[in-house]
């Protein structure tokens, strides 16, 4: 099973860019299943429902999040009925939405995605080692999924390499997001789950963490605030991971980078030709 995992969407450009390119990845390179963080594609903040539909319509089979969820208001109420978006699963009991989803792939197998939130430079949340394990410990790859994924949305690195371990063998995929840099050890752990600490965003890189640069640097240099941060959109790179898993026993065959467009340099995973 061939598997994308695409980071952060940022502001119009990271979105369009995901949007325009997406039924091409998905044709070319046969993908069995797409997932994308879309946590900051409306302006940067949150994710509208128009968006999402957007995101969905061009390919993407699951939409994860994390501490953006919610800027979007509406996103209240369309977490409910929407079943391709994720939450963070250690949010509150009660908070609207779902932290998980089982899904079809385009191959027929079963997808077990899981978003969840770290905890470390972060707002206090529940624990997201015991709820990880309490929703494996549900639907259990082989048993009940032919593959599942951990979108673990935290600031740590030492925390989501912690998570990587913990998880290993058990699910085919855990991979960081929310720093928006990808970080350069992607790989399969001894026990076969395919790992990256941050798989970086879908964005325009000539800016800081996908903002444009001005506010930023005024803050930092002045600590004054001015203006609201705004996404940069000169030009975005689609960053990703891409990752083959065994059919029969739900692990990591083979992991590679994905970097499209924008400042980045090219990468296109050997494992697709
Ligand atoms: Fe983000
Ligand atoms: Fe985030």
């Given amino acids: 099973m061939r598997l994308l995992f695409l980071g952060d969407l940022v502001g119009r450009c990271g979105r369009n860019a995901v949007i325009e390119r997406l039924p091409g990845l998905i044709a070319d390179y046969r993908l069995d299943f797409v997932i994308v963080n879309g946590e900051n594609a409306a302006g940067g903040f949150g994710i509208t429902e128009e968006i999402l539909r957007a995101v969905v319509g061009s390919g993407a089979d699951a939409v994860t999040t ?20 994720l939450r963070p699963l250690n949010f509150p009991a009660g908070t609207p939405g779902r932290g998980t989803g089982l899904f079809t792939a385009r191959n027929g197998a079963s997808i077990l995605v899981i978003n969840a939130m770290g905890r470390i430079f972060m707002d206090p949340l529940d624990d997201p080692f015991a709820a990880i394990d ?3 410990e549900q639907c259990p790859l082989r048993a009940a999924a032919d593959a599942i994924v951990v979108d673990f949305h935290a600031e740590a690195s030492s925390e989501k390499q912690a998570l990587g371990h913990h998880l290993d063998g058990r699910v085919s995929l855990v991979v960081g997001t929310h720093t928006h840099v ?6 399969v ?17 000539q800016s800081v963490i996908g903002m444009d640069k001005e506010e930023p ?44 467009g924008g400042v980045l340099s090219e990468a296109v995973p050997a494992i697709w030709s």
């Fill in 66 to 85: 994390g501490n953006h969820v919610f800027d979007q208001r509406e996103a209240l109420v369309f977490a409910e009925r929407q079943e391709r978006f």
């Fill in 217 to 260: 640097l005024r803050r930092f240099l002045h600590k004054i605030p001015g203006e609201r941060f705004t996404p940069a959109k000169v030009s975005a790179t689609i960053a990703g991971l891409a990752v083959d898993i065994d059919d029969g026993t739900g692990l990591a065959t083979a992991v590679a980078p994905v970097r499209l």
């Fill in 134 to 136: 309490r929703e494996i």
């Fill in 182 to 187: 990808p970080t350069a050890d992607c790989r």
């Fill in 189 to 205: 752990l001894p026990g076969g789950t395919a790992f990256q600490t941050d798989v970086g965003m879908c964005g325009d890189y």
